[in-house]
């Protein structure tokens, strides 16, 4: 009797294990250091996030929500004592746009100017190929050639933008390949910095070239993120050929 209630215990064990879906069995992670970082990337690129990006000049932060399809960030830029802060709203196929400064006469630059998500890329200091991926670390996953760990959460590593999907957001970074090679950069060959914490979310990223760095930094990750439309009173009104110049 003892025998055959220890198989029916153990028969019964074997049975919720398996309804339980093997819950009590993570998925490993990724135990090659490259998969490891795209891995991180996906993961933070997939959730609500509190991201800032930093380049000589330049200095962003803001929140993004990619599967609601909202960002908001404030962009600011100047050298010396004098600086000029821009802000940018996306929700769905929309996005606004304030110059913070500028020379047009009768154009409020405090006040946002509309654009079509998809026609938005060119006309943000952020080159937003994906406008929910401000930092690029999707285009940056798939550039990722080679990767080595270099302490508990920090990686070193090269991007090929050759193999990047067309059309991908490349952060602070220049949008063009053309671009990359009059800092010094060799599009094939650049060296990047990643960390990535516990939990597996890429904390941080920084992409150098011999005369020009940048470097995003993410927090704050699957909380809620509020992105609301500008009101009426925060918009102006531009001529649709001075939008398509500024988006070019």
Known sequence: MAIRRWLLVGLLVLVAGCESGGKGSPEPAPTDPLAQVRAAAAKTAGVPAHVTLSAPNVEVAGDTDPAGRALTLSVTTGTGGEAVESRVRVVGDDAWMTLGSTYMP???????????????????????????????????AAAMTAATRTGEGTYSGKLDFGVAPAGVSRGLLPAKAESLERHGGVSQSVPYEASVDAHGYLTSLTVSLPTFATTATFSDFAKPVTIGKPSDAEIIEVPDALRRLMSR
């Open 106 to 140: 009768n154009l409020d630059p405090t006040k946002f100017i509309w654009f079509p998500t998809a026609e938005f890329a060119s006309a943000s200091v952020v080159h937003l190929g994906d406008a929910f991926d401000p930092a690029g670390i999707r285009g940056f």
